[in-house]
C-alpha cells in the first residue's frame, strides 16, 4: 500500500495524531481518484473509479490509528454497563441487537461448516461471536489487537481471545472457517491483514466478512446531500476517524479475489433483520434489502479453493 508521510498532526474530536495520505489499496495500478467529499479538517472521502472502494485520506498512521482502540471514546462507559453480571443466557433472553447479529452470523456459518470446526473471530472486540459460537459447538478462538477490548471480553463476558495483532498469531492449526466481521473498514491496511487471514484457512475453508456498504439506500442518500452541500455533518455516516474504508459488493469482492478467495454470495441484513424485528408484514422488503445489498452493512461468504 503506498502512504506518503506528512509530518502533520491532526485533531478529530478527542483523537489527535500523526496522519499520511493513501491510495486505493487493492488495485496494483490505482487510477487517479475521485474526490467525494471534503470535511472541514481536510480529510477527504476519495473513491478508485477502477474498483469503486471509499477511503479516506489523509488519515491516521497505523500508530494513531491503533491508539483509538485503546480509548474509552471507542467503547464509552455506558455501553459497558450493558454487560454488567453478564451472562449468556441473560444475553439470549434481552434480545439485544449483539446477540441477534452474532445468531444470524452463526446461522450463517452452519450453512457451510459443521459444529466441531474450528472458526477464527479476527478482530473479535469484546468476545461476544466467540462465546456464541462455542455455544453453537463451534472451536472459535478470537483474536483482538486491542488492549481495552480484550479485558472486557476476559473480565465482562468471561472469554480469553489472544491480544495481538493477527499479523503476529501464529497457532499450531489452522482454521476451517475465519471470520471478519466489521474488521475491513477499521484496518490500517486490509490486504495485509487478508494475506494472513488466507495462511489461516485451511484449503477449501471460508471467509465470512462483513463492511459497511456505501450502495447503501441511507447511504447512497447521505453521500448525495453532503455532495450537494445540503448537509455539513462531516460525512459523519462514514465513520471516520475509525473507518478509513468502506466498500460495495464490486470493492469487497475484488479484494478477497485479489486475496485468493473466490467470493460465493453477497447479502446484507436490514434493520429488522439485525434487531430481531423482522415479521410477515417486513418480510417482502427484508428479501429485497437482502437480495440487493440495500442495507448499510454487505457480507460475502467466499472460499479458499
Ligand atoms: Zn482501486
Redesign the pocket.
Given at each position: 500500500m503506498t502512504t506518503v508521510q506528512t509530518n502533520k498532526i491532526l485533531r478529530e474530536g478527542p483523537f489527535a495524531g500523526a496522519i499520511e495520505e493513501v491510495?486505493?489499496?487493492?488495485?496494483a495500478q490505482?487510477?487517479v481518484?475521485k474526490l467525494i467529499y471534503r470535511r472541514d479538517n481536510g480529510v477527504g472521502i476519495w473513491q478508485?473509479?477502477?474498483?469503486?472502494?471509499m477511503y479516506a485520506s489523509p488519515r491516521f498512521t497505523e500508530e494513531a490509528l491503533l491508539a483509538i482502540y485503546e480509548t474509552p471514546d471507542f467503547f464509552p462507559a455506558d455501553d459497558l454497563k450493558k454487560f454488567e453480571n453478564f451472562s449468556h443466557g441473560q444475553w439470549q433472553a434481552s434480545g439485544a441487537e449483539t446477540y441477534v447479529v452474532s445468531a444470524l452470523k452463526a446461522a450463517n456459518i452452519k450453512r457451510y461448516l459443521t459444529p466441531g470446526d474450528r472458526v477464527l473471530d479476527v478482530g473479535c472486540g469484546i468476545g461476544l461471536f466467540v462465546l456464541e459460537g462455542r455455544q453453537q459447538g463451534f472451536l472459535t478462538e478470537g483474536v483482538e489487537p486491542s488492549k481495552m477490548l480484550t479485558d472486557i471480553a476476559r473480565n465482562r463476558i468471561g472469554i480469553d481471545v489472544h491480544n495481538m495483532l493477527i499479523e503476529d498469531f501464529s497457532p499450531p492449526h489452522r482454521f476451517h472457517g475465519v471470520g471478519l466481521w466489521d474488521v475491513l473498514e477499521h484496518v490500517y491496511d486490509p490486504v495485509r491483514i487478508l494475506k494472513r487471514c488466507f495462511a489461516l484457512t485451511e484449503e477449501g475453508g471460508y471467509i465470512f466478512v462483513s463492511v459497511p456498504n456505501f450502495a447503501g439506500l441511507a447511504d447512497r442518500l447521505q453521500t448525495l446531500l453532503h455532495r450537494l452541500r445540503l448537509r455539513r455533518c462531516g460525512f459523519k455516516h462514514f465513520g471516520f476517524p475509525w473507518h478509513v474504508y468502506s466498500y460495495n459488493r464490486r470493492?469487497l469482492g475484488?479484494l478477497l479475489a485479489k486475496m485468493g478467495y473466490t467470493p460465493l454470495t453477497f447479502e446484507t441484513w436490514s434493520h429488522n433483520v439485525r434487531t430481531g424485528k423482522a415479521n410477515h408484514l417486513s418480510s417482502l422488503t427484508d428479501a429485497l434489502i437482502r437480495k440487493h445489498c440495500l442495507a448499510s452493512n454487505v457480507s460475502c461468504v467466499a472460499r479458499k479453493i
Open positions: 491510495a486505493c489499496p487493492i488495485c490505482p487510477p481518484a478508485c473509479p477502477a474498483c469503486e472502494v470493492s475484488m
